[in-house]
């Protein structure tokens, strides 16, 4: 069928399984969106407040479904708002496919209005980004975009459709979904090599990342931990694929982990890392990070290998595909010395754990209070390390928020994208600070009525970088402090949202119950002091043998 360009973009996105896209309409994409309304009951659109809170949401939903999230945006600012989204999903290994419009091919380089080069401008944070030259090529280009997004180590992929292309015609064929490209498999020399490894263990240590949750082995995980006699520790990306019910999984480490998982880490003798990317976060000083133990690195991607720590057998394949070979050769090992070492270590995080300590009462009673498939999603800050810390996770997916790019604002988009592409309800925990970057994206989840309550910690201040000032810059609070007016229950108000005000534990389990009960949209102004800190901590660069559990270590 002869189609023009516009209709194509939208008919290749129908074929490929896309049932939701989110984004903002302009000038260089007003063809697409005119197809998008002949098309409303093929497919959805979301409309955000901005074109940031659009690429957000798009992200939100790929972690939380699995499946590729689609972000649509108009030329010049409206894709360079897609930039801070893009970025985030860049570094957090999400599929993505960003589309946007550009000024016609013959006004391209001429300085035209809301022109941008936006290829060039993401080429650093996409995995491939693509300038579509003729309308022969659109709908294969879209097809090989999606396809890269997914396959292998998943990232963001950007389209750039000049408008003369979305108002030419040409054939649509369609096509089958793509399939994304075969996952490598373990080699027996490296299953071998790990066998070997493992049996000379006495203190093993599984810690998975973002890559264990792409693949789906949290359930292998734990049959590892089980015959090894070890224990699993994850990364903040790794959170949600092992459930915290299982007496094995220590929970997060690293800056602000959990005092036994980032110990256990430090006192192994073998270390199987699954997917991660041994981020500065996650090991301190690189040069004296878990030097006594042997390290096995498991990742699709072989930049990671020795990027930043040296580990003794790299093995390129999928995760799900090495554990399931390497258990299948394993004897079942007993360490006992190991076990009671780990029971100690728990018992320590235990006695350090101040039980009037309002931030983690609520994150507690949040979940306590939300069901097992409700997702977490969060903003950046001390709200973010709090809920990693605390909240109970039981479900997969079920943990959303910004790790390497640490964006503040990404928590009402992704909350947002979250809830379409689960069908479950979203809980966001976020700060005044973060929360005032993109609140705008409330008059969206309004707007479509999405099913979200919000935690706002309210300290008044930027918590995170207080925090450092307190510990590190002699308590000189430059530009920490907000001083600002905001009533935030007035806000949600204002937006047509539900809202709640608390200043102690009591307060706030009455308006969490009564606010989670809710259909739509609902926020939560719980006050807290403004000197709360996350702890652990373990200083940039330091070692975690100097790990701060209690303000007085300081």
Same mark, same amino acid.
């Given at each position: 069928?002869?189609?023009?360009?516009?209709?194509?973009?939208?008919?290749?996105?129908?074929?490929?399984?896309?049932?939701?896209?989110?984004?903002?309409?302009?000038?260089?994409?007003? !063809?697409?969106?005119?197809?998008? %309304?002949?098309?409303?009951?093929?497919?959805?659109?979301? %409309?955000?407040?901005?074109?940031?809170?659009?690429?957000?949401?798009?992200?939100?939903?790929?972690?939380?479904?699995?499946?590729?999230?689609?972000?649509?945006?108009?030329?010049?600012?409206?894709? @360079?708002?897609?930039? +801070?989204?893009?970025?985030?999903?860049?570094?957090?290994?999400?599929?993505?496919?960003?589309?946007?419009?550009?000024?016609?091919?013959?006004?391209?380089?001429?300085?035209?209005?809301?022109?941008?080069?936006? #290829?060039? =401008?993401?080429?650093?944070?996409?995995?491939?980004?693509?300038?579509?030259?003729?309308?022969?090529?659109?709908?294969? +280009?879209?097809?090989?975009?999606?396809?890269?997004?997914?396959?292998?180590?998943?990232?963001?992929?950007?389209?750039?459709?000049? *408008? !003369?292309?979305?108002?030419?015609?040409?054939?649509?064929?369609?096509?089958?979904?793509?399939?994304?490209?075969?996952?490598?498999?373990?080699?027996?020399?490296?299953?071998?090599?790990?066998?070997?490894?493992?049996?000379?263990?006495?203190?093993?240590?599984?810690?998975?990342?973002?890559?264990? =949750?792409?693949?789906?082995?949290?359930?292998?995980?734990?049959?590892?931990?089980?015959?090894?006699?070890?224990?699993?520790?994850?990364?903040?990306?790794?959170?949600?694929?092992?459930? =915290?019910?299982?007496?094995?999984?220590?929970?997060?480490?690293?800056?602000?982990?959990?005092?036994?998982?980032?110990?256990?880490?430090?006192?192994?003798?073998?270390?199987?890392?699954?997917?991660?990317?041994?981020?500065?976060?996650?090991?301190?000083? #690189?040069?004296?990070?878990?030097?006594?133990?042997?390290?096995?690195?498991? !990742?699709?991607?072989?930049?990671?290998?020795?990027?930043?720590?040296?580990?003794?057998?790299?093995?390129?394949?999928?995760?799900?595909?090495?554990? @399931?070979?390497?258990?299948?050769?394993?004897?079942?090992?007993?360490?006992?010395?190991?076990?009671?070492?780990?029971?100690?270590?728990?018992?320590?995080?235990?006695?350090?754990?101040?039980?009037?300590?309002?931030?983690?009462?609520?994150?507690?009673?949040?979940?306590?209070?939300? +069901?097992?498939?409700?997702?977490?999603?969060?903003?950046?800050?001390?709200?973010?390390?709090?809920?990693?810390?605390?909240?109970?996770?039981?479900? *997969?997916?079920?943990?959303?928020?910004?790790?390497?790019?640490? +964006?503040?604002?990404?928590?009402?988009?992704?909350?947002?994208?979250?809830?379409?592409?689960?069908?479950?309800?979203?809980? %966001?925990?976020?700060?005044? &600070?973060?929360?005032?970057?993109?609140?705008?994206?409330?008059?969206?989840?309004?707007?479509?009525?999405?099913?979200?309550?919000?935690?706002?910690?309210?300290?008044?201040?930027?918590?995170?970088?207080?925090?450092?000032? #307190?510990?590190?810059? !002699?308590?000189?609070?430059?530009?920490?402090?907000?001083?600002?007016? #905001?009533?935030?229950?007035?806000?949600?108000?204002?937006?047509?949202?539900?809202?709640?005000?608390?200043?102690?534990?009591?307060?706030? *389990?009455?308006?969490?119950?009564?606010?989670?009960?809710?259909?739509?949209?609902?926020?939560?102004?719980?006050?807290?002091?403004?000197?709360?800190?996350?702890?652990?901590?373990?200083?940039?660069? &330091?070692?975690?043998?100097?790990?701060?559990?209690?303000?007085?270590?300081?």
């Amino acid at each position: 069928m002869i189609l023009k360009g516009a209709e194509i973009v939208v008919k290749t996105l129908i074929e490929q399984n896309i049932k939701t896209i989110f984004g903002y309409p302009g000038g260089t994409v007003i !063809d697409i969106y005119d197809q998008l %309304l002949k098309h409303s009951d093929e497919i959805e659109h979301v %409309l955000s407040a901005h074109e940031q809170g659009a690429a957000h949401a798009a992200d939100g939903y790929a972690r939380a479904s699995g499946d590729i999230g689609v972000v649509l945006a108009t030329s010049g600012p409206g894709a @360079t708002n897609l930039v +801070t989204g893009i970025a985030t999903a860049y570094l957090d290994s999400i599929p993505l496919l960003a589309i946007t419009g550009n000024v016609g091919t013959s006004m391209i380089g001429k300085d035209s209005f809301q022109e941008i080069d936006i #290829t060039g =401008v993401t080429l650093p944070i996409t995995k491939h980004n693509f300038l579509v030259h003729s309308v022969e090529e659109l709908a294969d +280009t879209i097809r090989l975009a999606i396809k890269i997004a997914k396959s292998g180590r998943p990232g963001p992929v950007l389209v750039d459709i000049p *408008k !003369d292309v979305q108002q030419k015609l040409t054939e649509y064929v369609p096509a089958a979904p793509v399939e994304i490209e075969p996952l490598k498999t373990a080699s027996d020399a490296d299953v071998d090599a790990a066998v070997e490894m493992i049996a000379k263990a006495t203190r093993p240590y599984i810690y998975l990342g973002g890559g264990a =949750v792409r693949s789906g082995a949290g359930e292998l995980i734990q049959e590892l931990a089980e015959k090894i006699d070890g224990v699993m520790g994850a990364s903040m990306m790794g959170l949600s694929e092992v459930p =915290v019910t299982n007496p094995r999984f220590l929970g997060m480490q690293g800056m602000h982990g959990h005092y036994a998982s980032s110990i256990a880490m430090a006192e192994a003798d073998l270390i199987i890392a699954a997917g991660v990317r041994f981020s500065d976060r996650a090991t301190g000083n #690189t040069f004296k990070f878990s030097t006594g133990a042997t390290k096995i690195h498991v !990742d699709l991607d072989t930049s990671e290998f020795g990027k930043n720590i040296a580990v003794d057998l790299s093995v390129d394949a999928d995760i799900s595909d090495f554990l @399931t070979k390497v258990i299948a050769k394993l004897d079942q090992k007993k360490n006992e010395a190991w076990m009671v070492r780990v029971d100690t270590l728990k018992k320590q995080e235990k006695s350090y754990d101040d039980p009037n300590f309002l931030p983690m009462l609520a994150v507690k009673a949040a979940s306590d209070i939300t +069901t097992a498939d409700t997702r977490c999603v969060t903003d950046v800050g001390q709200h973010q390390m709090w809920a990693a810390q605390h909240y109970d996770f039981t479900e *997969k997916r079920t943990w959303i928020s910004s790790g390497g790019l640490g +964006t503040m604002g990404f928590g009402m988009g992704a909350a947002i994208g979250a809830a379409y592409g689960s069908g479950k309800r979203s809980v %966001l925990f976020t700060g005044d &600070g973060s929360f005032a970057m993109n609140m705008n994206e409330l008059a969206t989840a309004v707007t479509y009525n999405v099913p979200l309550t919000i935690v706002l910690l309210n300290n008044g201040v930027l918590g995170m970088v207080r925090q450092w000032q #307190t510990l590190f810059y !002699d308590k000189k609070y430059s530009n920490t402090v907000l001083q600002r007016k #905001t009533d935030f229950v007035k806000f949600a108000e204002a937006m047509g949202a539900k809202g709640y005000k608390a200043t102690n534990i009591e307060e706030f *389990k009455a308006a969490f119950a009564d606010a989670y009960s809710q259909e739509g949209p609902t926020l939560i102004d719980l006050t807290i002091d403004k000197d709360e800190m996350v702890l652990p901590m373990v200083p940039a660069g &330091g070692t975690f043998d100097k790990i701060i559990v209690e303000r007085s270590d300081k």
